[in-house]
């Protein structure tokens, strides 16, 4: 099943929060770690320019919070798998206050995957960035139809996913939420020039155990993130 932030399908205009808000949220977030409560606040997301590095962040885009390395960014990437789009795993190469990098080169999609237990739940980390390859290679991944396209295909596990919520983030801070429909597919304007980040989540009620410690269920909170030249 989907998790749903809500039923609205209609556009949504946010604006930069305070720093008191900001600080809110950081501080409800780190009361919230080590519950499944975190990762339902926040997500993974990649940053990259055309054929450059790839930035790592952890936070809310669109209210420009992202979580310091001495803060919940450094509990939660403790070990992420960065790949390029043949499959080669790449390394850190570099670490900000806010950010991991990672040395991509050329073209072709980025991608991060990281799991993280927060007490019964195993969250599952996915990050894209590009909208290149047409193949999901991610547990919960969209894809689009065909490269640089504006309609996407929700995967879990290689099959489309129906009726499970995306959430559109793009400048100027506005987000857009719709549902995938019976072929998993949704279709997006992209009518401003910068960067747009979808987000995606799934939930299975599967206990099992990892590293030594059970869980409930397990999480999948996924995005994509690419860039608009106009």
């Known amino acids: 099943m989907g998790i749903s932030r809500g039923a609205c399908l209609f556009p949504e205009y946010r604006t ?3 720093s008191i808000m900001k600080f809110a949220k950081t501080l ?17 997301w990649l940053e990259r320019g055309a054929e450059g590095p790839a930035k790592v962040y952890f936070g809310e885009w669109a209210d420009d919070v992202r979580e310091k390395q001495d803060g919940l960014l450094g509990k939660v990437m403790v070990a992420p798998v960065v790949t390029a789009a043949d499959g080669t795993v790449l390394k850190a190469s ?5 950010f991991v990098e990672f040395a991509a080169s050329g073209k072709g999609d980025v991608r991060l995957a990281q799991p993280i237990q927060f007490k019964e739940t195993l969250v599952k980390y996915g990050a894209k960035a590009g909208r290149t390859d047409t193949q999901a290679k991610l547990d919960l991944e969209l894809v689009p139809t065909a490269p640089g396209a504006n309609t996407f295909v929700l995967h879990f596990q290689g099959k489309p996913l129906a009726k499970t ?13 719709f549902w995938s429909d019976e072929n998993g597919r949704i279709e997006i304007t992209t009518p401003w020039p910068g960067q747009y980040v979808l987000e995606a989540a799934h939930v299975e009620e599967k206990a099992g155990e990892a590293d030594g410690k059970s869980y409930a269920k397990i ?3 996924s995005t994509l993130s690419f860039n608009v030249n106009k």
């Open 219 to 221: 999480r999948y909170v």
């Open 94 to 98: 570099g670490k900000g206050a806010d």
């Open 28 to 44: 409800a977030a780190i009361a919230l770690l080590g519950s499944a409560g975190a990762a339902q606040a926040h997500f993974v």
């Open 16 to 18: 930069k929060g305070k």
């Open 165 to 177: 919520e995306v959430t559109v983030f793009g400048p100027p801070k506005w987000e857009k939420r």
